[in-house]
């Protein structure tokens, strides 16, 4: 049998053997390469240079992840818990940041990655440092005056590192039984707890909402009843549909759900001008709080205010 | 009857139709039974001896849909349980399990999974960029992959959740929630063993980062001798390009896995010497045991099966001879056996394999019988090629405990009533 001599192979060059011939790609420069690769790993490969303590990152928090997570990280409506937590050998176990989760380079690869939800990949790197230091430190896990940056990374202790293995399924061996595999007089039967499957999609009157902007017809359904929209409001449906929707939709945080008129009554008597200016500056209302523009600090005022308009006329 | 009627005229439009043909089914089956003749549930007018309008008038001609849909008598549709998940652009719809008749699952019913919405990629700047531990670290366009050899191979993809709203007890009184989150497609695109030879990985590759280009940068560690193995890098889904529910240009397909390394709107492999524990293989994806320790790298969908004929959507509505139905499938090869039990796993007995059985594909199961009004605790249970047997919910909770949320591939239970309804029930 033909045998590869082992320089070749530890030269890589045995992949090439086999490889296709033909001209596919081109090569990736190095400047390509550091705009996507966001990636972070454990030992702290790929952190980039920077820093923040807990105490820096609770504005940020506060104004760009509280809305969802909680001041506390206790977490709003079904926006994941992130603080506290535990019991993970009970019976109502609650994975956390600090109860959970093996390894705070994921914590700061996420952050950076995906969040503020609406808004992913547009905090600074200091703004990383500074949220990821602040969850660490709603978790007891760092002190607010600490410092986390690309040197102090691998100083932080996760509690529930060493408890994660490598799947060991199969784990379980049924026999293909046929005649006498079960004693039926021990059988327990449960059935179904009722009201929580989705029927509402069969049944309008199941109490159960069919979608996540509950019972209110879908967007194509409702075209009939649509007003008619003004220019602004026109231009700032596309704005609203990427922007706000996430929030505005559903009414999360508080927020006035698009559409909704007797959410939207007490505001618009505010006038146009005090809703555009919180929509941009931020808001701390009763029931929830508007982070400026949405934490969509990359729109501009105008397209802010045009959206404004459209949620405006759309909810009268 | 009544009562059904009264049902009906609070509904309306497509919601109307569906529920009178599946309610006014029900109650004939309920009053009726066997030997009653069919209802007339259309309209008298377009029913023999009278000749149809739609026979007296000319359709529509070639192209008046030029991608064509489903006909406006059926009510095809995905759907999702709001309560999962805070907001639909992190969440999941389910497939109609209950309304398909094959292995391949039409484009537009695949389940859907996101963790930040839908992104419309511009496939004229899609670019797939390969680097980290390779010889050669490369960006490929759609042409460069279009280019390239292709294979196409019948696969599902399966939520690892799928199943996990039930570990605690029976929930979803409909199989499209207990199972839809399982989907399967011809897929057609380049293997990516193809592409890492091409670009070279060094010796000391051990391990691929692949990463998406939604919201939500999706990302992945994927052991390298899988990546080797079968993944797929793909373009194609049942002959036409991908939808963008399913990542349209390109994503990743890693047969047999959980659906989350299959990463969609594919932008990155980075080849490296280590996983890199992102979310999604540490707060997510991995499996929390009984004594506070969890599984990570919990790849595979073990062997699953469940009966799609009858079942809650599904009742019976006539006694005699029925057809009872099911799908297969199993992460590790392909579906070699399913028995069926209709006394809640006392006896058991062999069904047909239909169709075509395909390795890490949706398999089609059949028993033929009669009913006659009795009730049945009717279960299936799926043998694959490598030897494993479908377990029961017991010996998943023994083993697993109820807090695992993921990998829930136990024997299911529908409950038969005498009156053909049929209900989603545990038995421990």
């Known amino acids: 049998m033909f045998k590869f001599p082992s320089a070749l192979i530890a030269a890589g060059l045995l992949a090439c053997t086999t490889a296709i011939a033909g001209d596919f790609g081109r090569a990736a420069t190095d400047a390509e390469i550091a705009g996507w690769d966001i990636d972070i790993r454990p030992d702290g490969k790929g952190l980039p240079v920077g820093g923040a303590t807990a105490e820096e990152g609770e504005g940020p928090y506060e104004a760009k992840c509280a809305m969802c997570h909680g001041s506390f990280g206790e977490g709003v409506d079904r926006w994941p818990v992130i603080a506290g937590g535990g019991d993970l050998d009970g019976t109502d176990p609650k994975k956390t940041v600090g109860s959970y989760w093996p390894y705070a380079s994921t914590l700061w690869d996420y952050i950076n990655r995906a969040m503020p939800y609406p808004a992913p990949q547009s905090l600074t790197v200091d703004e990383v440092y500074g949220i990821t230091a602040y969850v660490l430190y709603l978790n007891d896990l760092v002190d607010y005056e600490w410092e986390l940056n690309q040197d102090t990374f691998t100083e932080v202790v996760m509690p529930n590192t060493d408890s994660f293995f490598v799947d060991t399924r199969p784990d379980v061996q049924n026999t293909r039984c046929f005649e006498n595999c079960a004693d039926p007089a021990s059988f327990k039967i449960v059935g179904v707890i009722g009201g929580v499957s989705p029927t509402g999609h069969f049944k309008e009157d199941s109490g159960v909402a069919s979608s996540h902007y509950g019972d209110q017809p879908a967007e194509e359904e409702a075209g009939a009843e649509k007003v008619a929209l003004s220019a602004d409001a026109m231009a700032g449906e596309s704005v609203h549909q990427q922007a706000c929707l996430a929030c505005h939709g559903a009414g999360i945080a508080g927020a006035p759900k698009t559409g909704d008129k007797s959410a939207w009554e007490g505001r618009v008597s505010q006038g146009l001008a005090t809703l555009v200016d919180h929509a941009i500056n931020g808001y701390q209302g009763n029931n929830g709080y508007m982070p400026p523009k949405g934490g969509r600090m990359d729109l501009s005022d105008e397209a802010v205010a045009q959206a404004v308009s459209f949620m405006v006329e759309s909810s009268q | ?428």
């Open chain 2, 1 to 428: 009857m009544k009562a059904v009627a009264e049902e009906a005229s609070a509904l309306k439009g497509q919601d109307r139709r569906e529920f009178l043909r599946k309610g006014l089914a029900v109650a004939a089956g309920v009053t009726a039974g066997a030997a009653a003749p069919a209802l007339a549930k259309g309209n008298p007018a377009d029913m023999a001896p009278n000749v149809p309008s739609w026979t007296k008038s000319l359709g529509r001609g070639v192209v008046a849909r030029p991608y064509g849909r489903p006909s406006d008598f059926t009510d095809l549709q995905r759907r999702t349980v709001p309560w999962l998940t805070a907001s639909p652009e992190s969440s999941i719809s389910f497939s109609p399990l209950q309304d398909l008749k094959g292995i391949i699952t039409p484009s537009g019913l695949h389940f859907e999974r996101y963790h930040g919405g839908i992104p419309e990629v511009n496939p004229d700047s899609y670019q797939l960029m390969i680097h980290g531990l390779v010889d050669r670290p490369l960006i490929f366009t759609m042409e460069d992959l279009l280019r390239m050899p292709s294979v196409s191979e019948i696969r599902f993809i399966e939520c690892p959740a799928n199943g996990g709203m039930e570990w605690k007890g029976a929930q979803m009184e409909a199989l499209q929630f207990t199972h839809g989150m399982i989907s399967c497609s011809e897929w057609t695109g380049v293997r990516l063993s193809t592409l890492l030879d091409y670009v070279g990985v060094k010796p000391e590759g051990k391990w691929i980062l692949a990463e998406g280009s939604d919201a939500s940068g999706m990302s992945r560690s994927i052991p390298m001798e899988k990546a080797l193995d079968d993944a797929m890098v793909c373009y194609a889904q049942n002959g036409e390009p991908l939808r963008p529910e399913q990542g349209y240009p390109v994503r990743l397909m890693v047969p047999g896995w959980e659906g989350n390394v299959s990463i969609k709107w594919l932008r990155r492999i980075e080849v490296g010497d280590q996983p890199w524990y992102h979310r999604e293989e540490t707060s997510k994806y991995t499996d929390l045991m009984p004594d506070g320790r969890s599984r990570k790298f919990t790849f595979v969908q073990e062997a699953n099966s469940v009966v799609t004929n009858p079942c809650p959507e599904n009742p019976i509505r006539h006694k005699g001879f029925i057809e009872i139905e099911g799908l297969a499938w199993s992460g590790r090869g392909t579906i070699k056996a399913v028995d069926l039990s209709f006394d809640g796993g006392v006896t058991w007995k062999q069904a047909e394999i239909k169709g075509v059985a395909l390795p890490k594909a949706l398999t089609r199961f059949s028993f033929k019988t009669e009913w006659n009004g009795e009730e049945w605790m009717l279960q299936s249970r799926a043998v694959d090629d490598t030897g494993y047997v479908q377990p029961t919910l017991a010996q998943l909770r023994e083993a697993r405990g109820v807090n695992s949320i993921y990998h829930k591939n136990s024997i299911h239970t529908w409950n038969v009533h005498a009156n053909g309804e049929v209900h989603n029930v545990q038995i421990s």
